[in-house]
């Protein structure tokens, strides 16, 4: 494979990273695929195009709307875990130490509006098989099969939203 110890994860096997912004219909509507195993989802994140764009304000989010049974806009943002900068647009969980009751509840709540991102994971691979197995190609085709599995997710969610 020629891969190198770059692609060995902390999981102990080689691997590259697919980060994804996912909206609350399954969808990718960002990707990020070919990193290396060992680099963290912040990483990847703080020197991805993306968070560049949102910061210089060429990426805006969709104005504030209203949530159903409700009447008060609410602003959009990224739901983020542990590993991520808290930013204006970025919600990540409480610190886990003396987390008041309210506090414990957001995040539970937080976890609850993340599973959406995993559920959408779940469903591409369940739906395209090919991510549950160990690829032999190169990292650089590994990640172009990952990109073109998440055009293809899409597409199915598209044409057959159901699952």
Known sequence: MGAG?????????????????????YKFIWVDVGAIG????????????????????????????????????????????????LRVWMMKPFGRRNCTIEERIFNYRLSRARRVSE?????????????????????????TIVSACCCLHNLMRIRYPVN
Do not use: W
């Open 5 to 25: 110890s770059l692609y060995f994860s902390y999981k102990k096997f080689h691997s590259i990273v697919l980060l994804a912004v996912v909206h609350a219909d």
């Open 38 to 85: 060992g680099a963290s989802d912040s990483q990847i994140f703080n020197s991805s195009e993306l968070r560049e764009c949102i910061e210089d304000g060429s990426i805006n989010f969709p104005p504030p709307d209203t949530l159903p049974n409700d009447d008060e806009p609410i602003e959009y943002f990224i739901i983020g875990d542990d590993a991520f900068p």
């Open 119 to 143: 559920n959408a994971f779940g469903i591409m691979a369940n739906r395209l098989r090919v991510l549950l197995t160990t690829m032999q190609q190169d990292p650089k085709t590994v990640g």
